[in-house]
């Protein structure tokens, strides 16, 4: 498969403000991209500390301590159609895709590793500038945000965590 490097984790939990305060403020992150409700709550963050899309995620939850993905870049779409052949003959269980994020842009394939955790393969994404104002999707919009081609989410994509 030929992963280049550890590129992002989602988490979720409780308490996205404290979260959002923390990376901001305190370790100086940017505020790439969020998911809002009706009432303009965010309900997910997508950090960065580089030029990436995003280093780290974060969903509203209501249990704190709850992983969903680590993901590993890879340089090209081909290269994720190629780990999806991988994946098929290796006989490792296939969440989703291969398929395109709306959110970052970026081109995907998750998968669970042996013990259950979710990974991803992901190449591709959009590139941050601290001058780029906070891209904002709605949350009636987070299937196509997710999933672009299908523009919807599925039960286990959402309650599968570790």
């Known amino acids: 498969m030929q992963a280049t490097r550890f590129d992002h984790c989602l988490l979720y939990g409780d308490d996205l403000e404290g979260n959002l305060t923390l990376f ?6 940017d505020l790439a991209e969020q998911v809002v409700d009706p009432e303009n709550n965010r309900v997910a963050l997508f950090l960065t500390a580089s030029m990436k899309a995003h280093d780290v995620a974060f969903i509203k939850h209501p249990e704190k301590n709850k992983f969903h993905h680590a993901s590993f870049y890879l340089d090209t779409w081909q290269d994720v159609l190629k780990a999806a052949d991988l ?24 998968f669970f590793d042996p013990s259950g955790n979710r990974n991803e393969v992901f190449a591709g994404g959009d590139y941050h500038y601290p001058d780029h104002e906070t891209v904002t999707w709605k949350a009636e919009n ?21």
């Open 87 to 110: 994946i098929s003959m290796t006989d490792t269980s296939i969440d989703i895709g291969p398929t395109r994020h709306g959110l970052t842009h970026g081109q995907t394939i998750y």
């Open 142 to 162: 987070l299937g196509k945000a997710i999933f672009y081609h299908d523009r919807q989410l599925n039960e286990r994509f959402l309650t599968a965590l570790t």
């Open 24 to 29: 901001r403020d305190v370790l100086g992150f």
